[in-house]
Nanobody, 123 residues
């Protein structure tokens, strides 16, 4: 049974940093794209960042230059380093993995999802 478990969320002041982690279990995803998404209250879930199995990366314009996605295939884990956080970054952040082959810029489909971790940025 595949499980994705996010951690590292919390409350931070604007301008601060957080590092999210997502540990996968149940199978190895070293050959798969992994991504981060977020959903703010009253809004639809949106794409944040993705990383290919070769560590190519792709970011939403809203986070480019502030967030960095990375992965450790030995640990079956993906990370999201978030710097210069803004109040508009407040959301529940989800990690996801897809099993098919798609262009990295394709923000769907993703097959497995974590439960999410709350990130709150105060002004």
């Amino acid at each position: 049974q595949v499980q994705l478990v996010e951690s590292g969320g919390g409350l931070v002041q604007a301008g601060g940093s957080l590092r999210l982690s997502c540990a996968a279990s149940g199978r190895t995803f070293s050959s798969n794209d992994m991504g981060w998404f977020r959903q703010a209250p009253g809004k639809e879930r949106e794409f944040v960042a993705a990383i290919s199995w070769r560590s190519n990366t792709y970011y939403a314009n809203s986070v480019k230059g502030r967030f960095t996605i990375s992965r450790d295939n030995a640990k079956n884990t993906v990370y999201l380093q978030m710097n210069s956080l803004k109040p508009e970054d407040t959301a529940v952040y989800y990690c996801a993995v897809r099993t098919g082959t798609y262009p990295l810029i394709a923000t769907r489909p993703y097959d497995y999802w974590g439960q999410g971790t709350q990130v709150t940025v105060s002004s």
